[in-house]
């Protein structure tokens, strides 16, 4: 079964607007953590955010984590042409050894 | 900052010949893993490594792969017998514990031929 997945599964929004992107998973987990990769690129971390937090900022950055309905949004806010790229959640899965399930990634485009 | 670091870029390889991919972790960090991603598809977890020893695998990562820490400094992957299959962009991350942040080198494009 799929562990991480996002929706909606591509975003094209006006430089400015504000940008978020949803993620669910499946089992009990120690924490979610989102990445940002441009494209062929690597895989940058943006933020992680345990199964005890609800919400967690990083600048423009805002990522909540609902463990009853197993489900994290990323919000950029502000965007920016260079914010162009695909998101993924990973999950560190509680009965795993810290490996990360990876869900299919959210590719958004910023338009200017 | 310190940084994950891999090489080469990109490897070419027939199919059947042995690769080995290299990394360097960041330098305090005890927890090494790798990961794939065929073009287009998901993130796959193949093996954690923690304390000279392999802490957990995917079924992808079957017999023909092998990792190893043979230095202080690097942490490698292994491909004995390479199959078409097996191209990938192949990342390596490295964590300070298991409960916090992988961080990602910029990867390897292996394309076997």
């Known amino acids: 079964s799929q562990q991480g997945e996002e929706d909606p599964q591509a975003l094209s929004i006006q430089e400015g607007e504000n940008a978020t992107m949803n993620c669910s998973y499946k089992?009990?987990?120690?924490?979610l953590q989102w990445y940002r990769q441009n494209s062929g690129r690597g895989l940058v971390h943006l933020i992680l955010?345990?199964?005890n937090e609800r919400e967690k900022h990083s600048g423009r950055l805002r990522v909540t984590l609902d463990t009853s309905k197993k489900s994290s949004s990323l919000l950029i806010t502000a965007s920016r042409a260079a914010d162009t790229a695909s998101y993924f959640c990973?999950?560190?899965?509680?009965?795993?050894?810290?490996?990360?399930?990876w869900g299919a990634g959210t590719k958004l485009i910023i338009k200017p | 900052e310190p940084e994950v670091t891999q090489t080469p870029s990109h490897q070419v390889t027939q199919m059947g010949q042995e690769v080995i991919l290299r990394c360097v972790p960041i330098s305090n960090h005890l927890y090494f893993y790798w990961y794939r991603q065929i073009l287009g598809q998901k993130v796959e977890f193949l093996v954690s490594?923690?304390?000279?020893?392999?802490?957990?695998k995917s079924e992808i990562f079957d017999d023909q792969f092998s990792v190893e820490r043979p230095d202080g400094s690097n942490f490698t992957l292994k491909i004995r017998s390479t199959k078409l299959e097996d191209s990938a962009m192949y990342f390596c991350?490295?964590?300070?514990?298991?409960?916090?942040?992988?961080?990602f080198g910029p990867g390897t494009r292996l394309t076997v031929l």
């Open positions: 089992t009990s987990i120690n924490n």
């Open positions: 955010i345990r199964s």
């Open positions: 991350a490295s964590s300070l514990d298991g409960y916090n942040e992988q961080f």
């Open positions: 490594f923690y304390n000279n020893e392999i802490s957990e």
């Open positions: 990973a999950t560190d899965a509680k009965d795993s050894n810290y490996q990360l399930i």
